[in-house]
């Protein structure tokens, strides 16, 4: 993998610019270490048609977006909702307890 960038792992979220020139922000789905390969469930696009799909990108296209600590509630009822349409049961189950926790402490 390229040596001047974070290593990249399963569920880190990327951002990168497609083949076609298409802005994209998404999370690594699965990835070959060999092809030097990811594959990114693209979440936000300049290109709508691609957000919610799973797109194949080289590792060379993508950096690493660093995860922000504290997350308002807006960005994760949008996470929530990414959950629910990929069906990444584990992860909503987080997200919730962590919106219910941010709730509470507001009240």
Do not use: C, Y
């Not at 998404?26 to 048609?49: R, T």
């Amino acid at each position: 993998m390229n040596s001047n960038k974070t290593i990249l792992k399963t569920s880190d979220w990327v951002k990168g610019v497609s083949r076609h020139g298409e802005l994209i922000i998404g999370f690594i789905d699965s990835m070959s270490i060999i092809q030097e390969a990811v594959n990114v469930v693209v979440a936000e696009s300049d290109n709508e048609e691609l957000i919610g799909k799973t797109i194949p990108m080289s590792v060379n296209q993508v950096e690493s977006i660093p995860e922000a600590v504290n997350k308002d509630a807006g960005q994760l009822e949008f996470l929530i909702d990414l959950a629910l349409s990929t069906g990444d049961k584990e992860w909503f189950n987080e997200l919730s307890a962590e919106l219910n926790t941010k709730k509470q402490t507001v009240n």
